[in-house]
């Protein structure tokens, strides 16, 4: 029986972790939690979101700019993350908005696809 979700995965080049801590740790606010000493070794890094996982890993020649594979965030104050992202001068695309939520798209400084969403109706979700 699957129970849960743990984590999700998405990926940066080798070598960019540091730029990558700059927009999820530092913009986004998230925070960084230590990887198993086993796994410490293949770059990447781990973040906490609630009782849940992104787990940033490496990978090169990838071109995550073409795919409709993402990750959503629930968030609180939508207008204020639109703000954030303005200020550091990432493109915001408008969803098709469905009923009950509010909901943008972007793509991280690697591009990979992120979803920002508040709920209006927790009962819809």
């Known amino acids: 029986m ?7 995965q998405i990926t940066i080049p080798m ?6 801590r700059e927009f999820y740790c530092g913009h986004l606010r998230l925070t960084e939690i230590v990887k198993p000493e086993e796994l410490a070794g293949r770059g990447g890094f781990w ?17 995550r700019s073409n795919t409709k594979a993402h ?15 303005n200020t550091i001068d990432v493109a915001i695309t408008d969803g098709i908005q469905i009923p009950g939520v509010r909901r943008f798209e972007f793509r991280d400084p690697f591009g990979n696809r992120i979803e920002f969403l508040e709920l209006l109706d927790q009962k819809l979700f």
Do not use: C, P, S, Y
Request: charged fraction near 25%.
């Open 47 to 63: 973040l906490a979101i609630g009782d849940l996982q992104l787990h940033i890993g490496t990978e090169d020649n990838i071109e």
């Open 71 to 85: 990750v959503a965030f629930t968030v609180e104050k939508l207008d204020h993350w639109r703000e954030v992202l």
């Open 2 to 8: 699957i129970v849960g979700i743990h984590h999700a």
């Open 15 to 20: 070598g960019a972790e540091e730029q990558a």
